[in-house]
């Protein structure tokens, strides 16, 4: 059975940064990919970042600059590197396998 479970949530003040952790409970051979999304209060889930079974990382347009996703070589945990923190990504943040798959959430509060 697929298990993730994510990690890392806190609050932070705005200008900082925060990494993020996923657990992967999966057969290496089943991921295709990983990736991140996030919900804000009220707004719609929102796509992050993906890393592919090759390595290829896809990122929205807002947090290219600032975000890094990177994970281990066994696939076991997946990390959101985030820099440079705005109020405004106070989110719930989830991990994805495949689109498919979801871990519960972690929150990320970012306020002075």
């Known amino acids: 059975q697929v298990q993730l479970v994510e990690s890392g949530g806190a609050l932070v003040q705005p200008g900082g940064s925060l990494r993020l952790s996923c657990a992967v409970s999966?057969?290496?051979?089943?991921?295709?990919?990983l990736g991140w999304y996030r919900q804000a209060p009220g707004k719609e889930r929102e796509w992050v970042v993906t890393?592919?079974?090759?390595?290829?990382?896809t990122y929205t347009s807002s947090v290219k600059a600032r975000f890094t996703i990177f994970r281990d070589n066994a696939w076991s945990t997946v990390y959101l590197q985030m820099n440079s923190l705005s109020p405004e990504e106070t989110a719930v943040y989830c991990c994805?396998?495949?689109?498919?798959?979801w871990g519960r959430g972690t929150l990320v509060t970012v306020s002075s």
């Open positions: 999966a057969s290496i051979f089943d991921i295709y990919n």
């Open positions: 890393i592919s079974r090759g390595g290829t990382t």
């Open positions: 994805d396998m495949n689109e498919r798959y």
